[in-house]
């Protein structure tokens, strides 16, 4: 029995995917300043570790919250780019 998957669905995960692992992503948040993000409620401390994180080669979980509010901001941060 073959599993199909909706080509939707797998072109939004594999959309996501790259674009949290690319090295702009990475440069991007590195680029950040805490009075940057302090609005979308990331706190000083909780940017620095992630960008520790980056600095040190980490991987970073795509399900924490912080994750999730940076990369809805980076797609954001793209769209007004292209505008």
Avoid at 3 to 14: A, D, G, N, R
Avoid at 21 to 32: A, G, M, P, R, V
Avoid at 36 to 64: F, Q, Y
Wanted: glycine share 2%; proline share 2%; net charge positive.
């Amino acid at each position: 029995m073959k599993v199909k998957f909706h080509t939707s669905l797998e072109t939004c995960k594999t959309r996501f995917i790259t674009s949290f692992k690319t090295e702009n992503f990475k440069q991007w948040i590195l680029s950040l300043k805490p009075k940057d993000v302090r609005d979308e409620g990331i706190s000083n401390m909780a940017l620095w570790k992630i960008k520790n994180k980056i600095k040190l080669d980490r991987k970073l979980n795509p399900k924490t919250k912080i994750i999730k509010i940076l990369i809805q901001l980076y797609k954001e941060s793209k769209k007004s780019k292209e505008e």
